[in-house]
């Protein structure tokens, strides 16, 4: 048996999900909440295999809640459900915890189906969906992380770049023939975006004294 608790500001709403998924002979729907204050409460005491969550709420956000209480409970699977897609919510939801999002729109039996597949332990997330949840974490990550897209190879050249070395240098050092050492060198300037050899040295200078503090 799979036992849901709905978050929903809207008590219709409530009404219509609770008796679709109590119709369902493995879903027993064990409590409610319309607002976030109440359901961290009552989820946490209830412990329910899944949490179907408004995204907007009177006192919060459902990505709020679900954060909260994944927290809590890491067993858990939150289900997002919302009037809107929104890209922000949806990567937000999906930072906290949440296994799936779906909107309101949705068929009752796709509803079903979607609050079975998180209980089950699977995600919820079509394939483009997928791709730009992976596109907006590798932007996040080369903001983190200035050189994100460099080999180790090409970060230990940046660093001998900020040095001063030439090319020669650098080869001599690392066992590497000049040209190659010269290709390496424009891969660097080409993934971060320059087109000089200087621009390269003062950001590599500028990462050495950011470590060193």
Known sequence: MIRVFLVDDHEVVRRGVAALLGSEDDIEVIGEAGT???????????????AVLDVRLPDGSGVDVCREVCSR???????MLTSFADDEALFDAVMAG???????????????????TVASGQSLLDPQTTAAMLHRLREQAARKDPLASLSDQERHILDLIGEGLTNRQ?????????????N??????????????????AMAARLRDD???
Not at 44 to 50: W, Y
Not at 74 to 79: E, I, K, Q
Not at 170 to 182: D, M, N, P, R, S
């Open 36 to 50: 976030a204050e109440s359901a961290i409460a009552r989820i946490g005491a209830l412990k329910p295999d899944v």
């Open 98 to 116: 949440a296994a799936g999002y779906v909107l309101k729109q949705i068929h009752g039996s796709d509803l079903v189906g979607a609050v079975r």
């Open 73 to 79: 409970a890491p067993g858990l699977a939150c289900l």
């Open 170 to 182: 650098i080869g001599e050092q690392l066992f590497l023939a000049e040209k190659t050492v010269k």
């Open 184 to 201: 390496y060198v424009s891969n660097v300037l080409a993934k971060l975006n320059m087109q000089r050899r200087t621009q390269a040295a």
């Open 211 to 213: 470590r060193h503090e």
